[in-house]
């Protein structure tokens, strides 16, 4: 048993105001110490105007330049290899919205560089796999999101279709020893680092297509990413179990200072309860003599009962915003961290008995037992009965049912293999017959009945088509005014853009030159936005591919929106790095081929050199020889090692390479699944206000035929 206080890091994000407010102080040979320093005109009616300093202690602290690497290196892997060796961990980052939880934990969505602890620690524990060959390890993984005290299964194949609220919920469940086990979460099985990053990736894409602008669950949820570990040895009896929660925490601020409104206020609402939940039980953690700890009043404490004051190795990250206009915020999250730092931890090693061991043990004692009744019967018995006796059988379960005396008995012996095949055949004759009357059933069903139902639901079929056609009509008047728009505000871009350039030559130039070269100037934006627009819808046909079929004219809206979206920069990016990466990739290839053929021919040469020393020798009858080293084998041996050391290092390289292909692929792929369903949320924002406009219209032509078919009346009636 490891007896651990949980260890509590700070992380500062980077910031761009100069002007600091806190203090890092890493030298401590024990820790680490933050302290803020509140600004004299901030004192003042703030935290406690009679104090300017606060300082709070940390294992460690990340200032704003630790790099992603450092983080792993120094959080994540110490808890990863007490996973590996079969107890459980946690880390879970805490902190207000924007302070870099999600950064922290699964990384920032645009460069590899970036990943975070969920992406690294899956590369690290399949390469410590790998490299362990003595050991069977299998991994599991889940995606819990608990929003509004709800938990959703990230991982649900649904996902993509439903909204998180259509889902399944997951629920708790908890086993009479009080183990916690969640119903309709999937725990998916994982070969290796790929299949895990790709679950992850899942996961946050269907927790972005989930999101709303309405429902922002991003900031508002508790996100907990599960491996399930086990590890055997090959033939040993025991097996260890362990599991790794990595969490990131719906962001910790005060509903006062948010200031939210409606619908929006009941879930900040929900957050702070959550949290608020959170907060208490590690109060009772870290008081003495607390005999109740109230882990049961919310999901996200019953399931992190285990990571808080129980059997687990946990790790807090307090993620840190530190610019004077959140000072007040940080310096909660650190208050928050003093307390859980407080809290002891007692973690055993997960081992238990094989249950394949415990059925080939079975297997030996039913064997054994076989034996004695073999010994008290003096009958051999198969597990089978003969034909034979099948036949007996038979025929007694007949004449048992023939008989209409209510007291008859049938009669078996003590065979526990007679007495199950009866009842086998008697629920065949009792299936046999309800199958029978079902048939009875369909039979009797009169003629008339269904050919009234094909012309209900012809006619059904009818209307269902014509107002699907009216939908579709709706949509393409909807698609045209909504392009007609674009077409108007693309008119004016390119003519801004020819005015703008006007513009800048007109400063540079003569008047004369500006008159000569104005007339031309359209043409030439015209040209450059014409090859732009096909290189877009090459793009656009590519971003596509996999994605839902576009009408004619949504495609072409779809090319625009591409061009004007903001991650449109990073996408592009991201398209050349792997450009670059894969050509790399693939010259690491050939290099790899090369060397191969290169170790080959000179094993050639050795063998050749070899053999011609060998025949040299018979032929002088030299016996020393043998002995004597040879300088071009020597030579040739060295020239090998260094091949291979070379084929080796290139190895390396080509799998760092290909796990960042990897991810960047991912990247991109959540980058245009993205792009699609803003696309999405903006042309039915377009169309519902073509609709409303078109809806005003209407009412303003009406009220002036109204009007006016009034005035005529009026007209008529003076008249006459
Ligand atoms: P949270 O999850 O706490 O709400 P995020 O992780 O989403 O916050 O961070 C908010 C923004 O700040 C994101 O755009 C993220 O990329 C950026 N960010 C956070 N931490 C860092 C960091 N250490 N380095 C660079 N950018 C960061
Ligand atoms: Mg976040």
């Not at 709303?212 to 097996?239: D, I, K, W, Y």
């Not at 400063?507 to 070269?517: C, I, K, V």
Request: net charge negative.
């Amino acid at each position: 048993m490891i007896k651990q206080t949980i260890q509590i890091f700070g992380r500062i994000k980077p910031t761009r105001t100069t002007q600091a407010v806190y203090s890092v102080d890493n030298e401590d040979q024990t820790g680490a110490s933050l302290e803020f320093v509140v600004p004299k005109g901030l004192a003042d009616g703030f935290v406690n105007n009679k104090r300017e300093s606060y300082k709070f202690r940390f294992q460690k602290l990340f200032d704003q330049a630790a790099k992603q690497e450092d983080v792993f290196e120094k959080i994540a892997k110490p808890v990863a290899d007490s996973v590996l060796a079969g107890y459980n961990g946690t880390i879970f980052a805490y902190g207000q919205t924007g302070s870099g939880k999600t950064f922290t934990i699964t990384g920032g969505a645009e460069h590899y560089r970036d990943r975070g602890i969920i992406p690294r620690t899956l590369s690290y524990l399949f390469e410590c796999f790998s490299q362990d060959s003595s050991m069977i390890y299998t991994t599991h993984i889940s995606y819990l999101e608990i929003y509004n005290e709800m938990g959703y299964d990230l991982l649900d194949s649904r996902h993509e279709a439903s909204r998180l609220e259509d889902l399944p919920k997951v629920v708790i469940m908890e086993d009479p020893e009080q183990n916690i086990h969640l119903k309709n979460l999937t725990l998916q099985l994982t070969a290796n680092e790929e299949e895990a990053l790709n679950l992850l990736f899942l996961g946050d894409t269907n927790r972005m297509i989930a999101e709303t602008p309405m429902n922002q669950a991003s900031t508002r949820s508790h996100c907990v990413f599960t491996v399930h570990l086990c590890r055997r040895e090959p033939g040993s009896a025991t097996v260890r179990r362990s599991k790794l929660h990595l969490v990131d925490l719906a962001g910790s601020d005060r509903a006062s200072k948010t200031g939210l409104n409606g619908q929006l206020l009941t879930e900040a609402k929900y957050i702070n309860l959550s949290l608020h939940y959170l907060e208490q039980v590690i109060i009772a953690l870290s008081e003495k003599n607390r005999s109740h700890i109230p882990y049961r009043n919310s999901m996200l404490t019953s399931l992190l009962r285990d990571s808080l004051g129980g059997n687990c190795m946990t790790t807090m990250i307090a993620t840190i915003a530190a610019d004077k206009r959140n000072l007040h915020e940080s310096i909660s999250t650190c208050r928050f961290a003093q307390r859980v730092a407080l809290i002891k931890n007692e973690a055993i090693l997960n081992e238990e008995l094989d249950p394949a061991l415990l059925i080939a043990r079975l297997k030996r004692e039913i064997l054994s037992l076989k034996d004695e009744l073999l010994m008290v019967t003096g009958e051999q018995r198969d597990d089978q009965l003969t034909v034979d006796e099948i036949q007996k059988l038979e025929e007694s379960v007949k004449v048992f049912l023939d008989d209409p005396d209510p007291d008859v008995t049938l009669p078996l012996g003590a065979d526990h293999r007679k007495i199950q095949h009866c009842f086998s055949l008697l629920k065949k004759i009792i299936t046999d017959k309800s199958d029978g009357g079902n048939n009875l059933c369909d039979v009797r069903q009169p003629p008339e009945a269904t050919m009234r139902g094909e012309v209900i639901e012809a006619s059904d079929h009818t209307a269902a088509e014509v107002s699907r056609l009216k939908e579709m009509l709706t949509q393409r008047d909807n698609e045209i005014s909504i392009l007609v728009k674009m077409l108007k505000k693309e008119k004016k871009r390119a003519q801004d853009a020819a005015a703008q350039l006007d513009n800048i030559t007109s400063n540079q130039n003569s008047a004369s030159q500006n008159a000569l070269r104005s007339p031309a100037l359209p043409l030439m934006s015209d040209g450059s936005s014409d090859a732009e627009s096909t290189d877009h819808g090459r793009r656009a046909v590519q971003y596509m591919k996999r994605g839902p079929q576009l009408s004619m004219g949504k495609q072409e809206a779809f090319e625009t929106f591409i061009r004007d979206h903001q991650d449109h920069l990073t996408i592009e990016d991201n398209k050349n790095l792997l450009k670059q990466r894969s050509a790399e990739a693939r010259k690491l290839g050939e290099l790899l081929n090369e060397t191969r053929n290169s170790i080959n021919e000179l094993k050639r040469q050795l063998e050749k050199q070899r053999r011609q020393r060998a025949a040299h020798g018979v032929m002088e009858s030299h016996t020393e020889t043998e002995e004597e080293v040879d300088p071009v084998e020597e030579n040739l041996l060295q020239h090998i090692e260094r091949e291979k050391k070379a084929y080796k290092s290139t190895v390396g390289r080509l799998k760092a390479l290909r796990t960042e292909i990897e991810h960047l692929q991912l990247l991109l792929e959540r980058a245009k699944v993205k792009l699609q369903r803003d696309f999405h949320q903006w042309w039915s924002q377009e169309a519902l206000s073509v609709q409303l406009s078109a809806t005003c219209g209407l009412i303003v032509f009406n009220t002036v035929t109204l009007a006016s078919s009034a005035w005529n009346g009026v007209f008529t009636e003076t008249c006459s």
